[in-house]
């Protein structure tokens, strides 16, 4: 397993926040309404996951329904179960099974959930394709209550499941109570944030003037402050907020989705029949180095640069002939070598799509 930093406990505001907020729901739903989502690499997509011969796909990422709905205007025949853990993404979901009646089964929960909800919709073995289009949707990022967006001033939230899960930790909790280390971890983790420590110091000392930071604003100048300016360019050389990265940390430490995404490709393996494709799409590289992981057979565990050829080594020091066929026997079969991205054209009308990789493998066992 990857590992899990949940060190902190639900906070009294925490619990505050899940008592307001069924007060505001009514108000939300119609903002909700009005996003929506573009589909990355739609045509590409629909393609590799050969929909035209599929009798059953899992959507496991609905978010505002863009691949579904295409999944389901490519084939008549074609059945569609639409899971996402944002209760948001399940009302939509909802509203396309109306539009397709008979051929759309929303399912709210996230990854490590589906154990229990699923087994009333489909048995394991049965499903022909299961796509993955990770991170978080544009409905989520829109909306400036929901706290993911730097640019939208609101409420430093970052919960996918918004308040289904009483308790869980928004990024407003984890930056109040967070040790020192531990928030550096984040930051350094799952940003690759190299002024991790020093922001980390930032938090701690602006609770003694604060005491808490509540705004995305607040956590994204006190980011720019830390680093000493507010735009730095990415690793493609193009111009981003130097919070940035730790946004990005924070949200995949609030969700836990790394975890969720090893689990969810587990569950993939179990639900798909032989032959059945999984198509990834992923938008930064701790998302596609677990892909790669499971679609190559390399545990999680092992250390992050090694290969399939240096794992081999390795096995043929430890194990016997017998114990190295079961060891090399592949779970997965990679469709294609390169990694699909999007066209200069895509980048250009939906500049959300500039970061995206497609890989997709077949269930080989
Ligand atoms: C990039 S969006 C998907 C957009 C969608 N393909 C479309 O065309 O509208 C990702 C969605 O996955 C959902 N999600 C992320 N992690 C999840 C998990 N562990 N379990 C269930 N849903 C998850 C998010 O809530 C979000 O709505």
Known sequence: MIPLLNFLRPSRSMRMINLLLPLVKSSQQTLYAKLSHVPVLAEETIEIMNVRSASIVMDMTFGGGGHSRKILETSNSVKVIAVDRDPVAYLKAKELAKEFPGRVQPILGKYSELRDLLHKEVQPGNVDCILFDCGSS??????????????????????????????????????????????????????EEKYAKKIARNIIESRYLLQRLRTTKEFASLVANSIGYDTRSDKLDRPTHSATKCFQALRIFVNNELNE????????????????????????????????????????????????????????????KDELESYYEKKWSVLFKEIITPSDEEVRINPRSRSVKLRCALKIE
Not at 156 to 162: A, I, K, Q, T
Not at 170 to 191: C, M, Q, R
Not at 279 to 303: C, Q
């Open 261 to 320: 995404l090893d689990f969810g490709l587990h569950l993939a393996y179990k639900y798909l029949r032989r032959g059945g494709r999984v198509v990834a799409l992923t938008f930064h590289s701790l998302e596609d180095r677990i892909v790669k992981r499971h679609f190559l057979g390399i545990d999680m565990d092992e250390p992050i640069n090694q290969g399939i050829g240096q794992k081999m080594k390795n096995a043929q020091k430890v194990y016997s």
């Open 138 to 191: 544009s409905m989520q990022y829109d909306d400036p209550d929901r706290g993911f967006s730097i640019s939208k001033d609101g409420p430093l939230d970052m919960r996918m499941d918004g308040d289904r899960i009483p308790g869980q930790l928004t990024a407003a909790d984890v930056l109040a109570n967070g040790e020192e280390s531990d928030l550096a971890k984040i930051f350094k983790i799952y940003g």
